[in-house]
């Protein structure tokens, strides 16, 4: 904008109408810039949080079949015991 259209609309409307023209405007153009930033941000939060709920389903079956391992560890390891405690009693019973 030039100091020429400036100059006329500043004396035709008024000092203050221009300037709250202007100030409007510029929140506009502000606003216009904020909203496109906060898509654009939203957009990249919605990308990790489905990267984010892909990798917990993946961990949620790692553990799933890491329970399953530690059960059966368990169960040898039960039935290691029960070995053991038989080997004792035999031996504590020559």
């Known amino acids: 904008m030039d100091y020429n259209a400036l100059q006329t609309a500043i004396s035709q409307l ?7 023209i202007a100030m409007a405007f510029f929140i506009w153009k502000l606003w216009e810039k904020s909203q496109t930033q906060n898509e654009t941000r939203e957009e990249k939060l ?30 040898d390891l ?16 020559k």
């Open 14 to 20: 008024g000092f203050p109408i221009v300037m709250v």
């Open 46 to 75: 919605y990308s990790v949080i489905s990267k984010a709920q892909e990798q917990n389903e993946k961990l949620s079956a790692t553990n799933a079949e890491f329970v399953q391992v530690l059960t059966s560890y368990k169960d």
């Open 78 to 93: 039960d039935e290691i015991r029960e070995d053991v405690s038989d080997i004792k009693t035999q031996i504590n019973n």
